[in-house]
């Protein structure tokens, strides 16, 4: 059983197309977020939600919009992709804000 | 003030030698400071976490140390093995409210490879 599962885990798209990334985590966690990793694999926070309410928001372009239907899914929406949004995104959640992260398997973006 | 700091950004290890990777933080606010590891292609994986209140934890081989006064924590791996190899990430987290609470600020990764 995969506890924070994402998908799709390959995502290869155009520029100036519209795309969603999907998450669910069977871990019972209230807290959920969306963390992307560059291609220097460096790790940034873009946002967290906790019981569906939006806590951070890490001046991320509002053409990122995530959705969270119940505590247990967390959506990424991305309008109009830039090449500079390819990345690797991560879908996580924790219990309590901040301990004990589990890390989805990442989504792999990329932008021609 | 949000940094962490980390190094080396590689390190190459006999099996059986001790890994060392090294963090250093600005915000004295931080009060949790876990461990991650990252395979190939997997998510980031925690590994092991310290409060500032105690300056060491140890979890079988890996062992952190932390130094309140100097602002810097450390992992080391005892018998490191060919299946150590990954990157690391030292990460911190405020929970203790704020806009920042629950957010990990993580450091710029360790590759880590361990040569049988």
């Known amino acids: 059983d995969t506890a924070v599962s994402q998908t799709p885990k390959y995502l290869v798209t155009q520029m100036g197309n519209d795309k969603s990334i999907k998450c669910e985590q069977n871990?019972?966690?209230?807290?959920m977020y969306w963390y992307k990793q560059d291609s220097k694999k460096f790790l940034k926070i873009m946002f967290s939600?906790?019981?569906?309410?939006?806590?951070i928001n890490e001046t991320v372009p509002n053409r990122f919009s995530p959705k969270s239907p119940d505590k247990a899914h967390l959506n990424l929406h991305i309008n109009s992709l830039e090449l500079g949004d390819s990345a690797v995104y991560f879908c996580?959640?924790?219990?309590?804000?901040?301990?004990?992260?589990?890390f989805g398997s990442g989504t792999q973006l990329s932008v021609l | 003030q949000q940094q962490v700091k980390q190094s080396p950004q590689s390190l190459i290890v006999q099996k059986g030698g001790i890994s060392i990777i090294n963090c250093a933080y600005e915000?004295?606010?931080?009060?949790?400071f876990p461990w991650y590891q990252q395979f190939p292609g997997k998510g980031p994986a925690l590994l092991i976490a310290?409060?500032?209140?105690?300056s060491e934890k140890k979890e079988g081989r890996f062992t952190i140390s932390f130094n309140k006064s100097a602002k810097q924590f450390s992992l080391h791996i005892m018998d490191s093995q060919p299946g150590d190899s990954a990157t690391y990430f030292c990460?911190?987290?405020?929970?203790?409210?704020?806009?920042?609470?629950?957010?990990?600020?993580f450091g710029q990764g360790t590759i880590l490879t361990v040569h049988p």
């Open positions: 996580a959640s924790s219990q309590d804000q901040g301990f004990r992260v589990f």
């Open positions: 310290i409060r500032p209140d105690v």
């Open positions: 871990l019972g966690h209230d807290t």
């Open positions: 990460a911190a987290s405020l929970n203790a409210g704020g806009t920042s609470y629950g957010k990990l600020t």
């Open positions: 939600y906790n019981n569906k309410e939006l806590i």
């Open positions: 915000n004295t606010a931080f009060d949790y």
